[in-house]
């Protein structure tokens, strides 16, 4: 890397620095501003572009902070290209049109979508060049065809000036302040890497397919609108007015080209060939795809083909096809452009992501986490170069949407490397009637029941942890430090104890060896005992932890807690009907239907069975005591501030005596209990003749007393 460690020079570079000696700042300010710009620079590329991080992040925090508080000291050194300041402060009104100094050109798209279309683009080329079969075959460089948004990079005197998008190909938008945001993008060229003075370089402002999916969960999770895809994503991104929106989007950009330069005759590079060109954009700073390679005639460039489609699916980010270009800029020079399109270079893209099948049936799988994903066995087909037997039909409401039925000739879809779905169904009349698949009523994998909550349109396996398919996440649950807390028992280990089948049931855990534990990879003898040490310390626990260990779904700690506190022993809890759970202070039905399911499947009580024989045990409470419920039958509306209650409890200990606590009056309330600035409640009551009480009635209503009425 030594090559890129003078790649941005530690000198101060710019005339504004240079003048500020005049302004008295001192000597050694301007070197060290200088020395931390470069220094981040250098960080910034190798995180960036290189993807080779050199220091920890911190450490580039660290310098960061040093240059901004010299900028601070001194802001009549901050030039546009520091480091600091790739996000500028205004909002833009709008984006203003630029005309492009050189056309940005389409591209001509090869009509044969197999790897023999590369064969017609050499043909095509040799043609055009008078080549015969004697002679030698001509050189191309392929290219990845990201799928992104095209745009100008123009930098003058080393420093990025503008950035524009590719608009009509003759005027596109100036979109600057975003394109800043993007740190793989130089905002300053190396000064010894002989920069001409004007040079614009053009690429792919793109959003790698990880960082898509991200931006995706975050926008959700913010209620903002999702982007289908990478395009659309780098599009939105870039046309921002503000640019701290774009700052906050992962964008990364390819270099593939050039727009304006310096011609040779006024000192400008003379590069030979497009390779050499992409060689230099690289040495200035650029991203330029790894997959970027010379392929020497025809065969070469159909090889290409065949290896970036296959690949295709894992590539970090999305492409749409590949771009061969020949690399002679002489013999592009000679080839010229046919119809604004350049003979000298041709997309190629890969066969249809879509193809159709037959769906030979339906199965369904079950998720980690218990979720059923009806699973489409298909007739074997290619799609985008993979062979698909299997895709996902999401859930039954996917299934009905799309209106599809097993031996169906349906559409299956593959984009990027998600899971092929099933995309729909092929039109036609069915030969023989064949009924809609419906969800089993059983767990395929543990044949626990099959549930779906109210307003999900997924449907559950019940088997918690009793489910193979749900044991790894099940046991880690069971292992969570606010659980049964056993120190030691994570991801890792668990991953070995359930693939090795040494770990098949909770109780399992508890039967441990120290020679089979020591036995697996990364475990020494030491390690294994502090395991087993930690599970025999988890067997003295307590019934909440215990019940939220046991991973009940919907049964979170405070529920677990509750149900403690309220039934005060596990049997009780097992043995409780959905009305008595419905008793418990915030469970409300589906709560109630998910523990009573549980415990109504044998097995989840064998399981705790066998926890308990292991010796899990904890101190079992006496029931809540049911307070006499004096109050039954009267309906109470607290409205207003009281002096010391607050109106929680004043509703708590109100329930607890059995009164129902409603919070509008009517004919039918018993009592208005009314504080201070009681406003529309009181006038209510007043109005139905409603008796109305403050605190002290309040108090003397839970006593059981007979309460004067204000
Ligand atoms: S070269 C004159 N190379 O595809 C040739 N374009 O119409 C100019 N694209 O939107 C384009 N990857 O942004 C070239 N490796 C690549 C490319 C590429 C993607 C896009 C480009 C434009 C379209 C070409």
């Given amino acids: 890397m030594t090559e890129n460690l003078d790649l941005f020079s530690a000198e101060p570079q710019d005339s504004k620095a240079q003048a500020a000696t005049k302004t008295g700042i001192p000597e050694s300010v301007l070197a060290k501003v200088a020395q931390l710009r470069a220094q981040l620079n250098q960080w910034a590329h190798e995180y960036y572009v290189q993807d080779a991080p050199t220091v920890p992040d911190g450490e580039y925090d660290r310098v ?38 050189v056309p940005m050109l389409s591209i001509q798209t090869e009509t044969d979508n197999e790897a023999t279309g590369a064969i017609a683009f050499d043909q095509r080329v040799r043609k055009e060049l008078e080549l015969t079969e004697a002679d030698p075959t001509v050189e191309y460089v392929a290219e990845p065809k990201f799928d992104g948004l095209a745009m100008n990079l123009r930098y003058e005197n080393g420093v990025l000036v503008q950035a524009t998008t590719r608009g009509d190909g003759e005027v596109g938008e100036d979109v600057t302040h975003n394109i800043r945001t993007i740190r793989q993008i130089p905002l300053r060229l190396p000064a010894d890497q002989n920069v001409p003075p004007v040079v614009e370089v053009r690429g792919e402002v793109h959003m790698a397919k990880a960082d898509l999916d991200r931006l995706n969960e975050r926008q959700q999770v913010a209620g903002a609108k999702t982007f289908a895809n990478p395009r659309n994503a780098a599009a939105g991104s870039v046309r921002q007015l503000d640019s701290k929106i774009a700052a906050q989007r992962p964008l990364s950009f390819f270099a593939y080209g050039l727009g304006q330069i310096t011609p040779p005759e ?42 970036i489609g296959a690949e295709r699916a894992n590539l970090p980010y999305e492409i749409d096809g590949v771009v061969y270009k020949v690399n002679s800029l002489a013999l592009q020079r000679q080839l010229g452009f046919k119809s604004r399109e350049p003979r000298w270079a041709v997309a190629h893209k890969y066969p249809a992501q879509e193809m159709p099948t037959l769906m030979e049936a339906i199965d369904v799988q079950v998720g980690r986490t218990g979720k059923l994903t009806p699973v489409a066995r298909l007739s074997p087909v290619q799609v985008g170069g993979v062979v698909v ?91 969570h430090r606010r659980a049964m807390d056993i120190e030691g028992l994570g991801g890792k280990l668990v991953d070995q104890l359930v693939d090795a089948q ?125 307070a006499p419920q004096i109050l039954a039958g009267l309906t109470v509306v607290l409205t207003g501030t009281l002096p010391t209650l607050g109106r929680d409890t004043a509703k708590d200990m109100l ?56």
């Fill in 389 to 479: 037997t299997n895709a996902t039909l999401s859930n039954l409401f996917d299934i009905r949407k799309k209106g599809v039925r097993v031996g169906d000739m349906v559409i299956v879809r593959r984009a990027g490397d998600v899971i092929p779905e099933v995309a729909g169904r092929v039109p036609g009349v069915r030969p023989v009637y064949v009924p809609n698949f419906r969800m089993p009523k059983t767990c395929p994998i543990c044949g626990s029941e099959v549930v779906r909550e109210k307003g999900e349109a997924n449907h559950r396996c019940t088997g918690g942890l009793f489910c193979a398919a749900q044991r790894k996440e099940a046991i880690l649950h069971f292992a």
């Fill in 502 to 626: 040494v770990v098949r049931v909770l109780p399992d855990l508890y039967k441990l060896g120290l020679t089979s534990l020591a036995a697996l990879d990364r475990m020494a003898v030491k390690s294994a005992q502090n395991v087993l040490d930690a599970l025999e310390k988890s067997k003295r626990t307590t019934l909440q932890r215990f019940l939220f260990g046991l991973g009940i779904r919907n049964v979170g700690e405070s529920t677990a807690k509750d149900l403690a506190k309220h039934f005060g022993t596990l049997d009780a809890i097992m043995d409780a009907s959905e009305e008595a759970l419905l008793q418990v202070k915030d469970v409300g039905p589906v709560v109630a239907n998910s523990i009573h399911t549980f415990f109504a499947q044998p097995h989840n009580r064998e399981v705790v069975e066998q926890l308990r024989a292991c010796g899990v045990n904890w101190e079992e409470g006496a029931p809540a005591e049911k």
């Fill in 655 to 710: 329930e607890a005596a059995g009164a129902k606590v409603s919070g509008s009056v009517s004919k039918k309330t018993s009592y208005v209990v009314a504080g201070a600035e009681a406003g529309g409640k009181l006038a209510k009551a007043e109005e139905l003749g409603v008796p109305v009480l403050d605190e002290a009635g309040l108090l003397a209503l839970l006593a059981g007393e007979k309460p004067v009425s204000s």
């Fill in 266 to 307: 006024q000192g400008g590079p003379d590069f030979g060939t497009h390779y050499a060109m992409l060689q230099t954009l690289k040495s200035w700073g650029f991203p330029v795809a790894p997959q970027v390679c010379i392929a020497v005639g025809a065969s070469e460039l159909v090889a290409f083909h065949q290896r």
């Fill in 64 to 101: 960061y902070q040093q240059l901004q508080a010299l900028e601070g000291a001194y802001p009549e050194l901050i030039t546009p290209d520091s480091p600091t300041q790739r996000v500028i402060g205004a909002v833009l009104d709008g984006l203003a049109p630029v005309r492009h100094a």
